[in-house]
């Protein structure tokens, strides 16, 4: 069965300092990887997501995250912080036919 | 449309009471999903629609919930009898279903509570 693990549901950075948001997963076969935010009173958008192609994903608004197989991690980050990421992110994990696992979440504050 | 819309945004309602949440997905999306928000508990998968037959609705909490898709488009969540554990914020997803890796596009959400 297919399971997300994000750690730390609140994380605090300060503006342009690195952001770094944690996500491990496991999975019984190669697993497809996502990471979607939601801002307050909005949907979730989805910001990159990883399909067995190159293991650095790139995304929007800045963000990317690297698929580490042995560490079973997707780990997303950011270089600089802007006060526009506060947010809440979520780690997601496919094992295909459609079915997604959400993390519980990950707060994210920005600290001016 | 643009994009995902839920309709009401926001619904009060009586414990016992039988509420419909409404979902119109993207047009010309076939996978509609259905995903429930708790407050600490991230999202918990509810039902997914292909066309208008739901594959899998192991994530029904309880025979109080149900959903149909008609048209291959609108979706309706009845949660019947409703109690106060079913308070939070219900989502809506749609897909073009092209395959594995298909992005989900949210709704807005509904944002239920139950006194």
């Known amino acids: 069965a297919q399971s997300v693990t994000q750690l730390g549901s609140h994380v605090s950075v300060s503006e342009g300092a690195l952001v770094l948001l944690r996500c491990n997963y496991s999975s019984s076969v190669p697993p497809y990887l996502f990471w979607y935010v939601q801002y307050p009173n909005q949907g979730l958008q989805l910001l990159l997501k990883y399909t067995s192609a190159a293991t650095l994903v790139k995304g929007i608004n800045g963000f990317e995250a690297e698929f580490k197989k042995s560490e079973t991690s997707f780990h997303l980050t950011k270089p600089s912080a802007h006060m526009s990421d506060a947010a809440e992110y979520f780690c997601a994990v496919s094992e295909g036919y459609q079915k997604v696992t959400f993390g519980i979440g990950t707060k994210l504050q920005v600290i001016p | ?115």
């Open chain 2, 1 to 115: 449309g643009a994009g995902v819309s839920q309709s009401p945004s926001n619904k009060v309602t009586e414990k016992g009471k039988d509420v419909e949440l409404r979902c119109d997905p993207i047009s010309g999306h076939t996978a509609l999903y259905w995903y429930r928000q708790s407050l600490g508990q991230g999202l918990e998968f509810l039902i997914y629609f292909q066309g208008n037959s739901a594959p899998d609705k192991s994530g029904l909490p309880s025979d109080r919930f149900s959903a149909e898709r008609t048209g291959g488009s609108v979706s309706t969540l009845t949660i019947q009898r409703t109690q106060q554990e079913d308070s939070a914020v219900y989502l809506c997803a749609s897909s073009l279903s092209e395959g594995d890796t298909d992005t989900q596009y949210f709704g807005p959400g509904t944002r239920l509570t139950v006194l």
